[in-house]
């Protein structure tokens, strides 16, 4: 087996003994995850595992690296010399380790914790006492938490890794981890007061409601409870309330909620909004369609679209728009003009991409400004014609409006109710990184 000794010198660099290779960790990486990789490659130039003594002030780990990544802890195979030894040096703490049994575990990759036991087995101070500088300010705030590559990897070999031999290897930056990562801190994000995200296709059964409801949700799960709020904006009631987690009770709909008693401002006190709202497992509320069956009752138009976002202003931060299908109703026309962010979900299907592509060529002669804003979700689903997809995604490119891609999800195809711990992972990978891609368009200036 083949052996070598690395030495760490300080938190970023490490020279490898006898060749003279030096290790130094770039940024968003530790000195373990760099000596770990020249480890593996070496392993994969010997074909067979190595054995590295990590060396780091007087104190020694011993490891086994495979070719395929794999890291274990490993009792040396022989005699390898100490770092102090190589520079003809006395460890600096000799009499401490002759005189106290020290007990040595593996914290990470050539990161060690010593822990000197008393004769009553009971854990001392690993080092003498020393002279302690006064600070100014104090030293015992808890550290900030830095999202991204100071945390360890989760997913994938790292991750596995990580998991199964208490490492602490970070990510790779281009990782899908390190991506959904990012995304999630644009999620999380600073946005204006109160914006409106629009879910629209003129084509009906396009998978409008799944996608508002799944957004909505992964908006909340994100950004916290209270703060997202999804209504069904559709002239004549449609289906959010048959999709949601918890359907909303006789009376929860957009006109009950308009028709509530307004305090002498004008605004709603949150105990009256409360009664309207029906709170959902992620933390987002839901406002219901009215489905009026008389000749009495009338559809939501501009007026009442406006008035809703108005009372939902004063108290959340989002409100995510489910539209119908007739853009020539009020309700549609007052969501798409004012949406902040124009989400159009197109399966592969030439009737379901024909008049999304119609309603964004109308909007780019009324309303330019809205294709700036604009995402379309390619949507994977029974029925698609993979010869449309060239054509389609090359069509909405040419407008300049942003494509994205979501697989297949069974629970939006099938018409049930949508659970967010149901959902594929790849589904809830995907809707997080809409999910920041409008973050992004909502706060886009210009």
């Given at each position: 087996?083949?052996?070598f ?33 020249y ?24 490891v ?149 409801v ?48 307004l ?9 009256v909004?409360?009664?309207?709202l029906?709170?959902?497992p ?10 009026g ?154």
């Amino acid at each position: 087996m083949h052996e070598f000794t690395v030495e760490i010198l300080t938190d970023n660099v490490a020279r490898v003994t006898g060749t003279g290779d030096e290790l130094v960790a770039p940024a968003g990486k530790t000195i373990q995850d760099s000596i770990y990789e020249y480890s593996q490659q070496r392993a994969v130039d010997a074909g067979e595992p190595v054995e590295v003594a990590v060396h780091r002030s007087g104190r020694c780990t011993q490891v086994t690296v495979a070719p395929d990544g794999t890291a274990s802890r490993s009792a040396p195979t022989g005699p390898i010399p100490t770092a102090a030894v190589d520079r003809g040096e006395e460890p600096a703490n000799a009499d401490r380790a002759t005189q106290e049994p020290v007990s040595l575990t593996l914290d990470a990759l050539g990161r060690t914790a010593y822990q000197a036991r008393d004769d009553t087995g009971q854990g001392s101070a690993p080092h003498p006492a020393r002279a302690v500088r006064r600070q100014p300010v104090s030293v015992l705030a808890a550290p900030g938490i830095v999202p991204g590559a100071t945390e360890p990897a989760h997913t994938g070999m790292r991750g596995r890794l990580n998991a199964v031999l208490g490492l602490s290897l970070s990510p790779k930056p281009s990782s899908a981890e390190m991506r959904l990562r990012a995304a999630a801190a644009t999620i999380t994000g600073p946005i204006p007061d109160f914006s409106t995200i629009t879910v629209a296709n003129t084509k009906g059964g396009v998978g409008k409601t799944p996608i508002a409801v799944g957004l909505a949700q992964t908006l909340a799960t994100h950004r916290g409870g209270a703060s997202v709020v999804c209504a069904d904006l559709a002239e004549s009631g449609g289906s959010l309330a048959d999709r949601v987690c918890i359907p909303p009770a006789d009376g929860q709909n957009i006109f009950g909620l308009l028709t509530a008693d307004l305090a002498a401002t004008g605004h709603l006190r949150p105990s009256v909004l409360g009664r309207h709202l029906t709170r959902q497992p992620s933390g987002e509320d839901i406002v219901a369609g009215h489905h009026g069956t008389t000749a009495q009752d009338e559809g939501l138009d501009r007026d009442g679209a406006a008035a809703l976002a108005s009372i939902l202003a004063h108290h959340r931060e989002i409100l995510v728009a489910d539209t119908g299908n007739n853009p020539l109703s009020g309700s549609w026309q007052w969501a798409v003009t004012q949406a902040d962010a124009l989400v159009v979900p197109v399966p592969l299907r030439r009737d379901a991409a024909t008049p999304a592509h119609r309603m964004l060529l109308d909007l780019s002669t009324s309303h330019r400004v809205r294709l700036d804003r604009t995402v379309v979700i390619i949507t994977d689903g029974p029925g698609d014609n993979p010869m449309v997809e060239c054509d389609t995604v090359d069509a909405f490119i040419a407008l300049g409006v942003q494509v994205l891609r979501m697989p297949y999800e069974p629970l939006f195809a099938g018409g049930e109710r949508i659970v967010p711990h149901h959902l594929r992972r790849t589904t809830t990978d995907s809707l997080t990184v809409i999910a920041a891609t409008v973050v992004d368009l909502i706060t886009r200036t210009g």
